[in-house]
């Protein structure tokens, strides 16, 4: 065991064992600098290209945090774009495969309300998914947002050019305060200040400087 292996970290170990399966050996240097402050329960601004890792880093930080007998939401994962969603929605699963019965639902736009509806009646652990149809669950009130213990904010700085900033603030407001906020983006720029300034508290920043 070094620094580097995930087993340094104190992860569950099916979910640590897992990670062996996946080949996943050593932590990427965003996984290495957020994860341990992830598992601490801070909240954490990361920063780091597209491809770093990082979302295995806050994966593994919901997932270990998760009480799967409980069948409330808890953890939300907001993204700018429906790929984006669903290709966390595909990682997470890998990485949830070794938790019995776990429920991770996808809510974007531009698929059927009416299934989602149905998908979210029967419980659920994990959501990943767009502001705007997040926003509009809440609206019709087949989304309650009072258990979640963990948000993140996938690619930040993406979904506020994009113009989510309101629709991410709505969302905020129906959840606990008393949560962990991990934001994630390739900039930071003033825009994501404001935002981390706002909904998250003594976050600690980890970065991974770009090499070229
Ligand atoms: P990001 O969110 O920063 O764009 P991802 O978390 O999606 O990056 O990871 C990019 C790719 O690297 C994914 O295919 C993922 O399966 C793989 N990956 C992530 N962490 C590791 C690791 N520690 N070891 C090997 N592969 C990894
Ligand atoms: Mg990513």
Do not use: W
């Not at 399966?21 to 990361?46: A, C, E, F, R």
């Not at 270990?64 to 939300?76: A, H, R």
């Amino acid at each position: 065991m070094n620094a580097t292996d995930f087993s340094s970290l104190k992860l569950h170990p099916n979910l640590l064992k897992n990670l062996t399966i996946l080949g996943y050996d050593l932590m990427t240097p965003i996984q290495k600098l957020s994860l341990p402050v992830i598992l601490s329960g801070k909240d954490v601004i990361g920063q780091g290209k597209t491809g770093s890792g990082k979302t295995v880093a806050f994966g593994l930080g919901l997932l270990q945090k998760l009480d799967v007998k409980l069948f409330k939401l808890q953890s939300i994962v907001l993204c700018p774009t429906r790929e984006l969603a669903n290709q966390v929605a595909v990682e997470i699963q890998k990485l949830a495969r070794v938790i019995n019965n776990i429920k991770v639902v996808v809510l974007c736009g531009g698929m059927s309300f009416g299934l989602q509806i149905d998908s979210l009646r029967h419980g659920v652990h994990v959501v990943v998914g767009t502001p705007g149809r997040i926003e509009e669950h809440l609206r019709k009130g087949t989304l309650k947002l009072s258990y979640i213990n963990t948000l993140v904010l996938d690619e930040a700085d993406r979904m506020l050019d994009m113009g989510f900033q309101e629709s991410v603030d709505n969302i905020i407001e129906t959840m606990p305060t008393n949560r962990q906020t991990l934001l994630f983006s390739a900039t930071c720029l003033d825009t994501i200040t404001n935002i981390t300034q706002r909904v998250m508290r003594s976050p600690i920043m980890v970065k991974v400087p770009l090499i070229n």
